[in-house]
């Protein structure tokens, strides 16, 4: 609704910042674990988001949409109908941005336990892909608006596709099959791995999205919310898969999964115009 308003296309960095948070929170996280316990850590922080919350609310209230401004014909609730409409209008979005942010979403379970368990790092150095990935993910975020003034959006959507999963997939396979002669070697290259994945992807989702926004008659707010669930509901059941591949033979490989979808993706690059800058 922000973005329609201002005409301006700042999803992408407001995902970039997501992504901040994100690996903040994380980094503050492994600093207070062991020196403030549990209940501690939560019976503080959740007052003081509480708090940040109710004010940022009341900062946007000026920018909320008015629900008297509209019909309940032109603003359905959110629902089975709605979910209907939303899936009508846009399931191909809806499968490219699973296809989009399924490394994402594996990333946060297993970047440091594939460092940790299958290339031999420590508790410590194991974190470094995590952060690798959450890096390059912010650095993509905020720099898509620069990137959409120099080259059409499709351009980089199809780039984002193959160096996120061609890079991903070698980097991280290489990795594997010399850890046991240069561990230090293939901590490195998952490491590498991990934020080539992170630069290469991190525009797609939010590209697809203000497309998506700007081609369905539902709201911004219901396209989100509709997504996201859609997508949790997807990742539930690749997670459940790919967690099988893993026990049956290694996180690396079923890693591979998720690589292949970004590639796949690029033959989904006819959703994004091959003409408009921004």
Same mark, same amino acid.
């Given at each position: 609704?922000?973005?329609?308003?201002?005409?301006?296309?700042?999803?992408?960095?407001?995902?970039?910042?997501?992504?901040?948070?994100?690996?903040?929170?994380?980094?503050?996280?492994?600093?207070?674990?062991?020196?403030?316990?549990?209940?501690?850590?939560?019976?503080?922080?959740?007052?003081?988001?509480?708090?940040?919350?109710?004010?940022?609310?009341?900062?946007?209230?000026?920018?909320?949409?008015?629900?008297?401004?509209?019909?309940?014909?032109?603003?359905?609730?959110?629902?089975?109908?709605?979910?209907?409409?939303?899936?009508?209008?846009?399931?191909?979005?809806?499968?490219?941005?699973?296809?989009?942010?399924?490394?994402?979403?594996?990333?946060?379970?297993?970047?440091?336990?594939?460092?940790?368990?299958?290339?031999?790092?420590?508790?410590s150095i194991a974190t470094l892909s995590y952060i690798a990935f959450m890096f390059a993910m912010i650095l993509g975020r905020l720099n898509a608006h620069r990137l959409t003034k120099i080259r059409p959006e499709r351009?980089?959507?199809?780039?984002?596709?193959?160096?996120?999963?061609?890079?991903?997939?070698?980097?991280?396979?290489?990795?594997?099959?010399?850890?046991?002669?240069?561990?230090?070697?293939?901590?490195?290259?998952?490491v590498l791995a991990f934020f080539v994945g992170g630069l290469g992807s991190s525009i797609l989702a939010p590209i697809l999205t203000t497309i998506l926004n700007a081609k369905s008659s539902l709201s911004g707010g219901?396209?989100?919310?509709? !997504? @996201? *669930?859609?997508?949790?509901?997807? /990742?539930? &059941? +690749?997670?459940?898969? =790919?967690?099988?591949?893993?026990?049956? $033979?290694?996180?690396? !490989? @079923? *890693?591979?999964?998720?690589?292949? /979808?970004? &590639? +796949?993706?690029?033959? =989904?690059?006819?959703?994004?115009?091959? $003409?408009?800058?921004?």
């Amino acid at each position: 609704h922000r973005q329609t308003l201002s005409g301006e296309s700042f999803l992408p960095r407001m995902h970039g910042t997501w992504s901040a948070g994100a690996l903040l929170t994380a980094i503050l996280g492994a600093f207070l674990a062991g020196r403030v316990s549990l209940a501690w850590h939560i019976d503080v922080l959740m007052p003081i988001i509480w708090v940040l919350t109710q004010i940022s609310i009341h900062k946007l209230t000026d920018v909320f949409v008015d629900g008297s401004e509209s019909s309940p014909e032109e603003t359905p609730s959110v629902g089975v109908a709605t979910l209907k409409i939303f899936i009508k209008e846009g399931y191909l979005f809806i499968i490219a941005s699973t296809l989009a942010i399924f490394l994402e979403a594996c990333s946060n379970d297993w970047s440091s336990l594939m460092t940790k368990e299958d290339m031999g790092a420590s508790d410590s150095i194991a974190t470094l892909s995590y952060i690798a990935f959450m890096f390059a993910m912010i650095l993509g975020r905020l720099n898509a608006h620069r990137l959409t003034k120099i080259r059409p959006e499709r351009f980089w959507f199809t780039l984002g596709c193959f160096l996120s999963g061609v890079g991903f997939l070698s980097l991280s396979q290489i990795a594997k099959a010399i850890v046991g002669q240069h561990r230090a070697l293939a901590i490195a290259l998952t490491v590498l791995a991990f934020f080539v994945g992170g630069l290469g992807s991190s525009i797609l989702a939010p590209i697809l999205t203000t497309i998506l926004n700007a081609k369905s008659s539902l709201s911004g707010g219901v396209i989100v919310a509709q !997504l @996201a *669930m859609l997508n949790t509901i997807a /990742f539930f &059941i +690749l997670k459940v898969a =790919m967690a099988w591949i893993a026990q049956a $033979t290694s996180i690396t !490989l @079923a *890693m591979a999964i998720p690589a292949i /979808f970004l &590639i +796949l993706l690029a033959r =989904m690059s006819g959703l994004v115009s091959s $003409t408009r800058t921004r």
